[in-house]
Structures are given as structure tokens and as C-alpha cells.
């Protein structure tokens, strides 16, 4: 006596879950436009770039040029480079000993503002301030003279009173100031110089830093500062001392790479640990500053040396070879998918067109939102993936096929053999994910962008599966064509491998 098999009942409406898919490409399709993102971004090796390399020199006395400097310079400025986006950047140190150089090369027109971003040094410090005066030098005007600050060395005075904060050589900032030193500076602009203490707060000190735009003006955008537990008290302690004193030495400068960025008047102490910095920003400023300040200064200062554009014609080619490669590979899928499968290769069609046209869409969103470049190993990671979604197509297939043999109608089929295949694609593409997220995190240069790109599109496949491939194949099991078992409908007895049942006469 045959046992009976159970009709598996549907795991949801297709209808919706198709509803849900187009809702997503709709929501990338607008944001994209919105976003005016129109072509993916390039990598280095596809488009070009600059590279730029630069020469390590000691900032000061007690950081000399070592190998182990070097290295924590490449950390940070690789860091740096990295928080501005999935960019593809390569930051490298050639050569050997102390005589190794950092070599950073950056896709696009954007070259110039990391390699300047990532060349600063970025020694914050907070300073009293003893005595200011106008930035210009104008000995026939005895109102802009300086006055002597007390308490300050004739040398101090002496360079105080001729410093021209109007030439721009004045204003280079060399991050070289020794934090125990009175230090003369200028202001960014050039219209204020000061004399100032010894540092009491270092950039060290800094636990956070954001870019924001200021609650009171509400377009000015600054960069917000939280201190460590040593910060916070060294801070709380200047801050208390000064506000009782007379102008300027009311004020607390705070002065980058060797420039004072702001310098004001403290009303109250200040214990909270929090502070935050305002200098006429813009945006970029705000961001690109707030960056160099969250990974710490470089240990050595950079003189810019060789700076070259990097061709992508020997990229273009790899490119077109690797384009031929994937679209070789994609078309035996698709081949054999359609020989093997028959009229259910339809599904494998579909779905790969709905993959590859959210994995753009996705490119195109975060080519804007994040700084994602497609690099010759991103596509890589692409062309790998389709071999993942060519797996959980056929997993799933061949639990349909089994349901089948067993006695079940196709609508059953369908139903109980996603039940059992889920299982199977949610781990094989999980394995995929975890491995990708390894690699992201642990590699560098390239290799992160074969991660991030193999990772993203094996979601994309988990995604497509899960509210397109099972309810389409749901919806064209209702179909005749497929139920009845037509020989072309990929569900035939001989497609399936059921064996003919024997017949026998009696006489």
C-alpha cells in the first residue's frame, strides 16, 4: 500500500512578490536619476587617474625617518583613502629601508584632492593665545605695528613683528611645530598672525571627529570634536584658566599643520570633553578634515615628488578580454540551461536579466552614494557570481525534478522542492558572503574590490531567487504547457527521468 503524498501548500502570492521587485528597481531607477548618475564609475585601471608619489621627511626632530614610520603612514593614509568611498586607491610604499617612498594612485579627476588630503600631516593642537596683531606688514603704518607680548622671548617678538601672513609662503603650514614651543603662526586667510603657548591639547587627544553644519547658523559647516579621558581634562583645564583673562589671552587658537584654522573667545569652561572647529568650511573641507583628524596625524611629513597620469589603455584591453570572457560564460549558461531545462530556461533567462539589471542599477547608486568604482577585479567578482546564480537556479530545478518522480503534481513539485532547495541556497550563498566579507576587511588594493563586488552580487542573487525566480516559477506552473507535461515544457516524462509504467495483456 503506497503512502499518500501531501499537498505542500504555497509559500506566498507571486503577485506580490513580484509587486515588491519592481517597487525596488523603481526606487534604484529614481534614486539614481535623482542622484544624476548616468555611467558607472571606473577604476584606476579603466579609466585612468593620477599617481603621485611622495617623499617622507621628518617632521620634526623627535620623529625620525624610520621603517616603522613609513608603515604607519601607509596605515593611515590608506585609511584616509578609504573613508571617502570604495574608490579603488592604491597606496603603497617602494623601495627599501628609509629610503621608501608612498606611492598613491587614485581613479579620475579626483586624484588632486585625495593626494592632498592624504599628504597632510594633520597635527592639531589647542594653544592659548598671547598676543595677535593684523596679518600684514606695513612699516610706514604705525597702527598695524605689533605690540610686544609679555612674557615671550625677544626672538619670539622679533619674528612676531615681521612675519607677513599676506605672502603666501607664510601660509604653507609645515605641521613641523613642536607642541612645547611658543609658536608665531598665521591665520588661513592671512589677516591675523598670533603668538601663541605651548600646546596643552594635542591632536592625539581626539577620540571622534565629524563634519556637520552648525545648529546656530545653520549653513556654516564645522567639524565636531570629542576628546579621550586625558583630552577632556587638559581641555576642561585650559578652558577654565583663560576665561577669566583679558583679550586675546581669552582666546584658545586652534591650529592645524602649523595654521591657526580658528581662535575663539572662551566664555566658560568647557569640561564636557566636546569641542568643535569653524573656519569658513565648505562641505569638502568640513569632510576631508574631519577624516585626517579620526585616523591621527602622520608620524612624517611629505614632500610631493613625481606626478604622473596614469593611461587605462592597457586596462581597456584586460577590460574587453574579460567582458568576452563573462559574456562567453554567461551565453553557455544560458545555453545549456535552455538544452538541459528546456522551456524552464525561460526562468534562468529572466532571472539573470533581473540580476544583472539591479547589480548596474546598484553600481550606478553607489558609484554616487559611496564612491564605488568598477575595477577589472570587480568584474571579476561579477563574473564569478553568475556561477552562483547559475547554482541556485539548478538546485532548485532539480528539487522540482525529484518532487515529480515522487507522484506530485507540478504545482505540489514547485512548492515542496523550494521548501528543501532554500535551504541549499541560503548556505552555498552564505559561504559566498562570509568569504567575501573576509576578504574586504582583511586585503587591500584590488582584491577589496573583487570582495565587495562578489559579496554584493551574491545578495542581489538571493534577493532575485527569493521574490522572482520562485514566484515565476510558480506562476508557469499554473500554465498548461508546463502542467500537462509537454515535451518542450523542460517537466516531460523523459525530461524528468520518470520511467515508462509496464503494461501487461491477459489472454
Same mark, same amino acid.
Given at each position: 500500500?503506497?503512502?499518500?503524498?501531501?499537498?505542500?501548500?504555497?509559500?506566498?502570492?507571486?503577485?506580490?512578490?513580484?509587486?515588491?521587485?519592481?517597487?525596488?528597481?523603481?526606487?534604484?531607477?529614481?534614486?539614481?536619476?535623482?542622484?544624476?548618475?548616468?555611467?558607472?564609475?571606473?577604476?584606476?585601471?579603466?579609466?585612468?587617474?593620477?599617481?603621485?608619489?611622495?617623499?617622507?621627511?621628518?617632521?620634526?626632530?623627535?620623529?625620525?625617518?624610520?621603517?616603522?614610520?613609513?608603515?604607519?603612514?601607509?596605515?593611515?593614509?590608506?585609511?584616509?583613502?578609504?573613508?571617502?568611498?570604495?574608490?579603488?586607491?592604491?597606496?603603497?610604499?617602494?623601495?627599501?629601508?628609509?629610503?621608501?617612498?608612498?606611492?598613491?594612485?587614485?581613479?579620475?579627476? /579626483?586624484?588632486?584632492?585625495?593626494?592632498?588630503?592624504?599628504?597632510?600631516?594633520?597635527?592639531?593642537?589647542?594653544?592659548?593665545?598671547?598676543?595677535?596683531?593684523?596679518?600684514?606688514?606695513?612699516?610706514?603704518?604705525?597702527?598695524?605695528?605689533?605690540?610686544?607680548?609679555?612674557?615671550? /622671548?625677544?626672538?619670539?617678538?622679533?619674528?612676531? $613683528?615681521?612675519?607677513?601672513?599676506?605672502?603666501?609662503?607664510?601660509?604653507?603650514?609645515?605641521? %613641523?611645530?613642536?607642541?612645547?614651543?611658543?609658536?608665531?603662526?598665521? %591665520?588661513?586667510?592671512?589677516?591675523?598672525?598670533?603668538?601663541?603657548?605651548?600646546?596643552?591639547?594635542?591632536?592625539?587627544?581626539?577620540?571622534? $571627529?565629524?563634519?556637520?553644519? $552648525?545648529?546656530?547658523?545653520?549653513?556654516?559647516?564645522?567639524?565636531?570634536?570629542?576628546?579621550?579621558?586625558?583630552?577632556?581634562?587638559?581641555?576642561?583645564?585650559?578652558?577654565?584658566?583663560?576665561?577669566?583673562?583679558?583679550?586675546?589671552?581669552?582666546?584658545?587658537?586652534?591650529?592645524?599643520?602649523?595654521?591657526?584654522?580658528?581662535?575663539?573667545?572662551?566664555?566658560?569652561?568647557?569640561?564636557?570633553?566636546?569641542?568643535?572647529?569653524?573656519?569658513?568650511?565648505?562641505?569638502?573641507?568640513?569632510?576631508?578634515?574631519?577624516?585626517?583628524?579620526?585616523?591621527?596625524?602622520?608620524?612624517? $611629513?611629505?614632500?610631493?615628488?613625481?606626478?604622473?597620469?596614469?593611461?587605462?589603455?592597457?586596462?581597456?584591453?584586460?577590460?574587453?578580454?574579460?567582458?568576452?570572457?563573462?559574456?562567453?560564460?554567461?551565453?553557455?549558461?544560458?545555453?545549456?540551461?535552455?538544452?538541459?531545462?528546456?522551456?524552464?530556461?525561460?526562468?534562468?533567462?529572466?532571472?539573470?536579466?533581473?540580476?544583472?539589471?539591479?547589480?548596474?542599477?546598484?553600481?550606478?547608486?553607489?558609484?554616487?552614494?559611496?564612491?564605488?568604482?568598477?575595477?577589472?577585479?570587480?568584474?571579476?567578482?561579477?563574473?564569478?557570481?553568475?556561477?552562483?546564480?547559475?547554482?541556485?537556479?539548478?538546485?532548485?530545478?532539480?528539487?522540482?525534478?525529484?518532487?515529480?518522480?515522487?507522484?506530485? %503534481?507540478?504545482?505540489?513539485?514547485?512548492?515542496?522542492?523550494?521548501?528543501? @532547495?532554500?535551504?541549499?541556497?541560503?548556505?552555498?550563498?552564505?559561504? %559566498?558572503?562570509?568569504?567575501?566579507?573576509?576578504?574586504?576587511?582583511?586585503?587591500?588594493?584590488?582584491?577589496?574590490?573583487?570582495?565587495?563586488?562578489?559579496?554584493?552580487?551574491?545578495?542581489?542573487?538571493?534577493?532575485?531567487?527569493?521574490?522572482?525566480?520562485?514566484?515565476?516559477?510558480?506562476?508557469?506552473?499554473?500554465?498548461?504547457?508546463?502542467?500537462?507535461?509537454?515535451?518542450?515544457?523542460?517537466?516531460?516524462?523523459?525530461?524528468?527521468?520518470?520511467?515508462?509504467?509496464?503494461?501487461?495483456?491477459? @489472454?
Amino acid at each position: 500500500m503506497s503512502t499518500p503524498i501531501k499537498t505542500v501548500k504555497s509559500s506566498g502570492r507571486p503577485g506580490r512578490s513580484l509587486a515588491v521587485l519592481a517597487v525596488i528597481i523603481l526606487a534604484l531607477l529614481v534614486t539614481a536619476l535623482i542622484q544624476g548618475a548616468t555611467a558607472v564609475r571606473l577604476g584606476l585601471d579603466l579609466r585612468g587617474g593620477t599617481s603621485v608619489t611622495l617623499q617622507p621627511r621628518a617632521s620634526n626632530d623627535s620623529n625620525k625617518i624610520t621603517s616603522e614610520a613609513i608603515d604607519q603612514a601607509v596605515s593611515i593614509i590608506r585609511q584616509r583613502v578609504n573613508s571617502l568611498g570604495v574608490a579603488e586607491s592604491e597606496v603603497t610604499a617602494q623601495g627599501s629601508g628609509v629610503n621608501r617612498q608612498i606611492v598613491i594612485s587614485v581613479p579620475g579627476e /579626483s586624484g588632486r584632492r585625495v593626494v592632498d588630503l592624504v599628504g597632510q600631516t594633520a597635527e592639531l593642537r589647542f594653544r592659548q593665545v598671547l598676543a595677535t596683531g593684523p596679518g600684514v606688514v606695513n612699516p610706514s603704518d604705525t597702527s598695524t605695528a605689533a605690540t610686544p607680548a609679555a612674557g615671550v /622671548s625677544p626672538e619670539v617678538n622679533s619674528k612676531f $613683528a615681521s612675519i607677513d601672513c599676506t605672502n603666501a609662503t607664510s601660509r604653507e603650514g609645515t605641521g %613641523s611645530d613642536n607642541p612645547g614651543d611658543t609658536l608665531v603662526a598665521c %591665520s588661513r586667510d592671512g589677516g591675523t598672525k598670533y603668538i601663541l603657548a605651548p600646546a596643552e591639547v594635542l591632536g592625539r587627544d581626539i577620540s571622534k $571627529a565629524a563634519a556637520g553644519i $552648525a545648529s546656530q547658523s545653520g549653513n556654516q559647516w564645522i567639524v565636531t570634536l570629542e576628546f579621550n579621558g586625558t583630552g577632556t581634562k587638559n581641555f576642561g583645564t585650559l578652558t577654565s584658566r583663560v576665561t577669566s583673562l583679558g583679550s586675546p589671552m581669552n582666546q584658545v587658537a586652534i591650529v592645524l599643520d602649523g595654521l591657526v584654522v580658528s581662535a575663539p573667545v572662551i566664555n566658560e569652561a568647557i569640561p564636557s570633553g566636546n569641542a568643535q572647529i569653524s573656519g569658513s568650511f565648505s562641505a569638502t573641507e568640513a569632510q576631508d578634515l574631519a577624516n585626517v583628524l579620526k585616523y591621527g596625524a602622520l608620524p612624517l $611629513a611629505f614632500d610631493r615628488g613625481e606626478v604622473q597620469q596614469v593611461s587605462p589603455t592597457l586596462g581597456a584591453d584586460q577590460l574587453k578580454a574579460g567582458l568576452l570572457a563573462g559574456f562567453l560564460g554567461l551565453g553557455l549558461v544560458l545555453i545549456y540551461s535552455l538544452l538541459y531545462y528546456r522551456g524552464l530556461g525561460i526562468v534562468t533567462v529572466g532571472s539573470l536579466a533581473v540580476a544583472g539589471g539591479l547589480i548596474y542599477l546598484l553600481f550606478l547608486v553607489l558609484g554616487k552614494a559611496i564612491g564605488f568604482t568598477l575595477t577589472l577585479a570587480g568584474i571579476a567578482g561579477a563574473i564569478v557570481a553568475i556561477g552562483v546564480t547559475a547554482d541556485s537556479f539548478i538546485v532548485y530545478f532539480e528539487r522540482i525534478r525529484d518532487e515529480a518522480r515522487e507522484g506530485r %503534481s507540478l504545482r505540489s513539485a514547485v512548492e515542496s522542492g523550494w521548501v528543501k @532547495a532554500r535551504h541549499t541556497i541560503i548556505v552555498a550563498d552564505s559561504v %559566498s558572503i562570509i568569504a567575501a566579507i573576509l576578504l574586504y576587511f582583511f586585503a587591500v588594493g584590488g582584491v577589496r574590490g573583487f570582495a565587495f563586488t562578489l559579496g554584493l552580487t551574491t545578495l542581489v542573487d538571493l534577493l532575485v531567487v527569493f521574490i522572482f525566480t520562485k514566484p515565476l516559477v510558480t506562476v508557469l506552473a499554473k500554465l498548461k504547457f508546463y502542467s500537462s507535461g509537454h515535451p518542450l515544457s523542460g517537466f516531460s516524462a523523459k525530461s524528468i527521468g520518470m520511467k515508462p509504467q509496464s503494461s501487461s495483456v491477459e @489472454a
